[in-house]
């Protein structure tokens, strides 16, 4: 198996532009997370989906960020209209049956100009 | 709130030398306690740890979590310069939250 795949592994934007990430998460696995890490906050949950239905959003920062997961080998964490502070490496993970057990992707890294 | 606390922060030692991480936590509802390595990349997976006192082995790394106390240890023996990372510790509840600490950044010396 190819593991978690993201792209892009880097992006570098302007403030005030879109940024879309993407996931595509270990084939079987039924649930899905988006994590964000920076050196002050340490690693932090975004948003889960289990079965393709996001559980918990509560660590989704703002508005200006919304996740989506249209089917199983699929999701998009998006970004609109970035700011300066969102600069951090996002990573996506996936796990079968328990949460716990989970895969990380090689993370994208963002920096927001 | 549900948090997850690990000391130190950083360490630096020599190689060679036995290191201890410890991770305390306060989260309802728990399920579990993992240890992560991360290097230059994504998190790599150690440790679960579900029942107190039992201890948990992979070669020199080895943990035990302490369900009364609320803690777990990382214990790294005969280090190497390979070890240096940053350790993760996190907390898996019932409600399947999984709270992360900020990690312990080790280094180790040649």
């Known amino acids: 198996d190819a593991g978690v795949i993201q792209s892009p592994r880097h992006e570098v934007t302007e403030m005030g532009q879109e940024v879309t990430l993407r996931c595509k998460p270990i084939s079987g696995h039924d649930y899905l997370f988006w994590y964000r890490q920076t050196m002050m906050r340490g690693l932090e949950l975004l948003i889960y989906f289990n079965n393709n239905v996001p559980i918990d959003d509560s660590g989704m920062p703002e508005d200006r960020f919304s996740a989506k997961m249209p089917n199983a080998s699929f999701s998009t964490l998006k970004i609109q209209p970035s700011e300066p502070r969102d600069s951090a490496v996002y990573f996506c993970?996936?796990?079968?049956?328990?949460?716990?057990?989970?895969?990380f992707g090689p993370g994208t890294r963002l920096l927001v100009l | 709130e549900d948090k997850v606390v690990q000391s130190p922060l950083s360490l630096v030692v020599h190689e060679g030398d036995t290191v201890t991480l410890n991770c305390s936590y306060e989260?309802?509802?728990?399920?579990?306690l993992l240890w992560y390595k991360q290097e230059k990349k994504a998190p790599t997976f150690l440790f679960m740890l579900?029942?107190?006192?039992i201890e948990k082995k992979s070669g020199r790394l080895s943990s035990i979590l302490d369900k009364k106390e609320l803690f777990s240890i990382l214990n790294i023996t005969a280090t190497q310069t390979g070890d240096s990372a940053v350790y993760l510790c996190?907390?898996?509840?019932?409600?399947?939250?999984?709270?992360f600490g900020k990690g312990t950044r080790l280094h180790i010396l040649p």
């Open positions: 989260v309802t509802n728990f399920r579990s």
């Open positions: 993970a996936s796990s079968r049956l328990l949460p716990e057990t989970q895969y």
């Open positions: 996190a907390v898996g509840s019932r409600d399947d939250k999984i709270i």
């Open positions: 579900t029942s107190s006192g």
